[in-house]
């Protein structure tokens, strides 16, 4: 990381000023090299996109592959009858609150790692990289029993503890990486000026973690959103379902029924494919920082 | 800043807690679990018994060598496809060109959507009745009512490329965010002592990218070796078992016949081999180099 630190001062450089266009030079071998393999790739990732929605928005039983008429009886099937609207409502409260507990304990781990030097600091760094290869699947037995144990099973609460347990360490990785390209003299300034620590961080390092937060906290906000297999297993009555739940269960119940679960699976992918939308380019420019280079 | 202080206790502490709780003590009780017999079903039978459950598995289960072996087959082909073509994707989104915003936007989407939802869109796009294939046919490529996902033949590609337009981004995305790093100079010097495209990429850009590669790949390897929701949910390891990797087999083992205690000798097996990619991966990383 330090061969990056030195190479990068800021955590958003700006991009780099677009060369100045070659006048009237056109480059045919941009066509093969650049234009078509992307156009098949944009194929590639749409159509499946675009097959969902056809089924989502088409009438049950038409085969056109325009969605006309379009209609939205298959919503009204899912949100309303199947319980969407519910499995909707709880995913998004256990994704925001993963959001808030993975962000802010990253922060305070991160700039712990970045800022201090303690005993342990090594053993603490190497035990949060080993966690990237334990696997979630592999846990369930054991967090099983222990969810059973503490009452935390069909809670959301407690879908909210082990999701923010699993993607915690590395939340902590990269924002530590983030706290470290902050210039540490912004804040040793503001507590010559007399802040206290606390006060300096929350004035000066804080608004440059922006870019950062927004990364990890959408990061945490996809990962719990999407979370299958803690869900199914610690939310088994229907009331505390997810979305990914509710749909895997429309993937065995209405074999028949594609048109609700495509509409299930717009409602499922609308928020995030939006969100990612929004902070794509946080994440690039943030990673590309050297955060992930731990 | 050296300063004897308690502060950055303070500050780990909720992550430590929660590490403690739900990782370390997990693995723990698996470990636990893997030398007792243990089943729900059969309390009575419950006892320490050694590594008898590891006998069996090495011995007496064709089904941990096959689980493990496709296991071997997915990681090396997803990872590898996925590398290969999330590089490629990377260099082309990092030309300039209109509209690069959004066709960034668009080609690295699938990186939000849940295994679950990969299954549920491919599924509608491979249903032998109104899918994509029964389209093609009605315009004269294929064969009408091709079930990609019922035929032992295509199966496997089948579920590689579902999982490749989940995955490719993951790189992409990634990759495309180490080249932003490679300073214009070395590519402009390059150009000056009169290297080709190729060659610029071959002497400039995957030097470059090495680090960035090697990390990626074995994050991605960890990752798809334990992927279970796309698999569990796309084809549920059949037809046949041809598709069960060894954690879809676990999974099934805890949920199906409640077997705690052979399941947990099945984890314990998975640990040991991303037990050797963890320390090749810190080895490869150098981490520890830091002073």
């Known amino acids: 990381?330090?061969?990056?630190?030195?190479?990068?001062?800021?955590?958003?450089?700006?991009?780099?000023?677009?060369?100045?266009?070659?006048?009237?030079?056109?480059?045919?071998?941009?066509?093969?090299?650049?234009?078509?393999?992307?156009?098949?790739?944009?194929?590639?990732?749409?159509?499946?996109?675009?097959?969902?929605?056809?089924?989502?928005?088409?009438?049950?039983?038409?085969?056109?592959?325009?969605?006309?008429?379009?209609?939205?009886?298959?919503?009204?099937?899912?949100?309303?009858?199947?319980?969407?609207?519910?499995?909707?409502?709880?995913?998004?409260?256990?994704?925001?609150?993963?959001?808030?507990?993975?962000?802010?304990?990253?922060?305070?781990?991160?700039?712990?790692?970045?800022?201090?030097?303690?005993?342990?600091?090594?053993?603490?760094?190497?035990?949060?990289?080993?966690?990237?290869?334990?696997?979630?699947a592999m846990m369930l037995i054991p967090l099983f029993v222990i969810f059973k144990n503490v009452g935390l099973?069909?809670?959301?609460?407690?879908?909210?503890?082990?999701?923010t347990a699993f993607q915690l360490p590395l939340a902590l990785i990269l924002m530590s990486g983030f706290?470290?390209?902050?210039?540490?003299?912004?804040?040793?300034?503001?507590?010559?000026?007399?802040c206290s620590r606390l006060r300096a961080f929350f004035?000066?390092?804080?608004?440059?973690l922006r870019p950062a937060l927004v990364a990890v906290g959408s990061f945490a906000f996809i990962g719990a959103w999407n979370n299958f297999l803690f869900a199914l297993m610690f939310a088994s009555r229907q009331d505390k379902f997810t979305l990914p739940v509710g749909l895997s269960y429309a993937l065995g119940e209405f074999n028949t029924d594609f048109g609700a679960l495509a509409a299930g699976?717009?409602?499922?992918?609308?928020?995030?494919?939006?969100?990612?939308?929004?902070?794509?380019?946080?994440l690039v420019q943030g990673l590309s920082a050297g955060a992930v280079k731990g | 800043m050296r300063t004897r202080t308690w502060a950055p206790y303070v500050l780990i502490a909720p992550t430590l807690l929660l590490m403690a709780v739900f990782l370390v003590y997990p693995i723990a009780s698996v470990g636990w679990f893997s030398l007792?017999?243990?089943?729900?079903?059969?309390?009575?039978?419950?006892?320490?018994?050694?590594?008898?459950?590891?006998?069996?598995?090495?011995?007496?289960?064709?089904?941990?060598?096959?689980?493990?072996?496709?296991?071997?087959?997915?990681?090396?082909?997803?990872?590898?496809?996925?590398?290969?073509?999330?590089?490629?994707?990377?260099?082309?989104v990092n030309e300039t060109f209109v509209g690069r915003a959004m066709a960034r936007s668009l080609v690295f989407s699938?990186?939000?959507?849940?295994?679950?939802?990969?299954?549920?869109?491919?599924?509608?796009l491979y249903n032998p009745s109104t899918g994509i294939f029964q389209q093609l046919a009605q315009w004269g490529i294929g064969d009408p009512g091709t079930s990609v996902l019922g035929d032992p033949a295509t199966v496997f590609p089948a579920t590689v490329v579902t999982e490749l337009w989940r995955g490719v981004p993951f790189f992409a995305i990634l990759l495309l965010a180490d080249l932003q790093t490679i300073p214009n100079d070395l590519y402009e010097a390059a150009s000056v002592d009169g290297a080709g495209r190729w060659r610029r990429f071959v002497s400039v850009t995957l030097p470059h990218l090495r680090d960035a590669i090697v990390l990626s790949t074995l994050l991605r390897a960890v990752w798809e070796f334990n992927n279970v929701d796309l698999i569990y949910t796309l084809t549920g390891g059949g037809p046949a078992n041809q598709t069960t990797t060894l954690p879809l087999y676990v999974a099934r083992k805890a949920v199906d016949s409640h077997d705690f205690g052979y399941g947990s000798a099945l984890t314990m097996a998975g640990f040991v081999i991303l037990l050797f990619f963890s320390v090749l991966y810190l080895r490869l990383s150098k981490f520890g180099s830091r002073a």
């Open chain 2, 110 to 124: 699938p990186w939000a959507v849940s295994g679950v939802l990969t299954t549920g869109i491919w599924i509608l």
């Open chain 1, 179 to 194: 706290v470290r390209n902050v210039p540490v003299e912004l804040e040793e300034a503001a507590m010559v000026d007399g």
């Open chain 1, 1 to 136: 990381m330090t061969q990056t630190l030195s190479r990068q001062e800021t955590p958003v450089s700006p991009p780099p000023p677009a060369p100045p266009r070659r006048k009237k030079h056109r480059d045919p071998s941009r066509f093969f090299r650049l234009y078509l393999p992307l156009v098949l790739y944009l194929l590639f990732t749409l159509i499946p996109f675009y097959w969902m929605l056809v089924f989502a928005f088409r009438p049950a039983g038409e085969t056109t592959l325009l969605p006309w008429p379009i209609t939205f009886e298959h919503f009204d099937t899912v949100w309303n009858d199947i319980g969407f609207g519910l499995f909707f409502q709880n995913s998004l409260l256990i994704a925001l609150g993963t959001l808030v507990t993975v962000t802010v304990f990253a922060v305070m781990g991160g700039y712990a790692l970045a800022r201090f030097k303690f005993r342990g600091q090594r053993v603490f760094l190497l035990a949060l990289l080993c966690t990237q290869f334990i696997p979630g």
């Open chain 1, 153 to 163: 099973l069909n809670s959301l609460t407690g879908l909210i503890i082990a999701d």
């Open chain 1, 265 to 282: 699976g717009v409602v499922a992918a609308v928020p995030v494919v939006l969100v990612f939308a929004v902070v794509q380019r946080f």
């Open chain 1, 203 to 208: 004035a000066v390092t804080l608004p440059q």
């Open chain 2, 36 to 92: 007792r017999q243990h089943t729900v079903t059969q309390p009575w039978k419950n006892g320490f018994i050694g590594f008898e459950n590891f006998r069996r598995m090495l011995f007496d289960d064709p089904l941990f060598w096959q689980s493990l072996l496709f296991s071997a087959k997915w990681v090396v082909v997803e990872v590898g496809l996925q590398l290969v073509l999330g590089l490629v994707l990377a260099l082309i």
